[in-house]
């Protein structure tokens, strides 16, 4: 069974940065497609952005420009670059395959103003 462990989450002020990092146990990561998704308290978890196994990336609009998606196949990692964090960013981050995996206990992420 696939296992997800997220990290690198913190508290960070306005405009500052983070690197998440999610761990993927089992080769069948590198032929998956990966997305990181994040929920803030009470509201949906939402899709923030998905790399596809040869490195083409898609954003929600509201980290585009800010968030970097990226996947070290050797490493069996994905991470996400947040630049320029904003309060709005506060949440807790969670990766995943398009495939629907079981969760991880995901990475918080707080961004005070």
């Known amino acids: 069974q696939v296992k997800l462990m997220e990290s690198g989450g913190g508290l960070v002020q306005a405009g500052g940065s983070l690197r998440l990092s999610c761990a993927v146990s089992?080769?069948?990561?590198?032929?998956?497609?990966m997305t990181w998704y994040r929920q803030a308290p009470g509201k949906q978890r939402e899709l923030v952005a998905t790399i596809s196994t040869g490195g083409s990336t898609n954003y929600a609009d509201s980290v585009k420009g800010r968030f970097t998606i990226s996947r070290d196949n050797a490493k069996n990692t994905v991470y996400l670059q947040m630049n320029s964090l904003k309060p709005e960013d506060t949440a807790v981050y969670y990766c995943?395959?398009?495939?629907?995996?079981?969760w991880g206990q995901g990475t918080q992420v707080t961004v005070s103003s």
């Open positions: 995943n395959s398009i495939l629907g995996w079981d």
């Open positions: 089992g080769s069948i990561f590198r032929v998956t497609p």
